[in-house]
């Protein structure tokens, strides 16, 4: 990536000059993260180009989950490519459109943990839960109490909403 002078002392200091270029190999070597290059007021388009690889990025440890929201680009799933548990990724407090971004969906939260006690601690509204792929397979175990504590109507009506009305 080409840099000006101002932020080539930026990165290299006033005795490591001149130097017109940051390759990734000088990432590494000094360990920067994508935190400190941003607080350095690189772009995160100048950041993608410098390295387009997110695996690069994660593989180093150059990535926190507080990070990915402006990583779209990469799309960097904080649950399969981070490893977070649903813990973390409750404590972001993301809106269900930014894990949507990510590519993250309601399977993969249940495949990490996810249960409908903890649903109400992310406060979607039931549309995000839609948006994130929960469909009416997913409430078919339900019991009365998930759906009312979650949704605050009950299992039978919940159903209706997802479309799989079952007789009783």
């Known amino acids: 990536m080409q840099l000006s002078a101002a932020e080539s002392i930026r990165i290299f200091g006033w005795w490591d000059q001149p130097r017109r270029v940051l390759a990734w190999s000088d990432v590494k070597e000094k360990g920067y993260t994508w935190r400190d290059l941003r607080a350095l007021r690189f772009s995160v388009g100048q950041l993608h180009r ?26 960097v799933n904080p649950l399969l490519d981070m490893r977070a548990d649903i813990g973390e990724l409750c404590s972001m407090q993301w809106r269900h459109e930014t894990l949507l971004s990510m590519g993250v969906s309601y399977q993969q939260m249940v495949k990490f943990g996810m249960t ?19 469909g009416p397979s997913d409430v078919a175990l339900w019991t009365e109490a998930d759906a009312v504590s979650t949704f605050g109507v009950g299992v039978l009506e919940l159903r209706d909403i997802l479309g799989m009305r079952t007789e009783t």
Do not use: C, N, Y
Request: proline share 7%; no cysteine; aromatic share 14%.
């Open 50 to 75: 410098l390295q387009e690889d997110k695996r690069e990025w994660i593989h180093r440890g150059g990535l926190r989950l507080a990070d990915l929201p402006e990583l779209t680009m990469f799309l």
């Open 116 to 134: 409908p006690r903890i649903m109400t601690f992310f406060r979607f509204p039931l549309s995000g839960w839609v948006a994130l792929a929960l």
